[in-house]
Nanobody, 127 residues
C-alpha cells in the first residue's frame, strides 16, 4: 500500500511558476508509474502528466507541453511537477497518483488505471 501527499500549491499570477511535490510512503515507490491529474471546480478530473518508474519516459497533455515538466527522485520517494508560464486555466486541485505496472502510453492518461491517490493541492492562477 502506498500513501501520497501533495504540496506546493498556492496563489500566483499568470506567467509565474510553481513546483508541486508528491511524497510517497508505505510502498515500493521506485516500481510505480507516477501521474499528475487536475480537477477544476465543476469539471472532470483531467490528466496532466505521467512518468515511468525509471524517469526515462514521460507524457503530457497537450495544453501543458512546453510549460510543465514532470520528474522524480526515487531516492527521496518524491515526484515533482514544475509548472512554468502558468495561465488562469491551470487553476485546479492537483492530484498525485500512482500505479504499479509498466509505462504504457495508452494507459497513463486514464484515471481508473491508477491505484493510489493523494488528497490534492490547490493551484490558483490570477489574471
Amino acid at each position: 500500500q502506498v500513501q501520497l501527499a501533495e504540496s506546493g500549491g498556492g496563489l500566483v499570477q499568470a506567467g509565474d511558476s510553481l513546483r508541486l511535490s508528491c511524497a510517497a510512503s508505505g510502498g515500493v515507490f521506485i516500481s510505480y508509474v507516477m501521474g499528475w491529474f487536475r480537477q477544476a471546480p465543476g469539471k472532470e478530473r483531467e490528466f496532466v502528466a505521467a512518468i515511468s518508474w525509471s524517469g526515462r519516459n514521460s507524457l503530457y497533455t497537450e495544453s501543458v507541453k512546453g510549460r510543465f515538466t514532470i520528474s522524480r527522485d526515487n531516492a527521496k520517494n518524491t515526484v515533482y511537477l514544475q509548472m512554468n508560464s502558468l495561465k488562469p486555466e491551470d487553476t485546479a486541485d492537483y492530484y498525485c497518483a500512482a500505479r504499479n505496472g509498466p509505462f504504457l502510453e495508452s494507459l497513463e492518461g486514464r484515471p481508473h488505471e491508477y491505484d493510489y491517490w493523494g488528497q490534492g493541492t490547490q493551484v490558483t492562477v490570477s489574471s
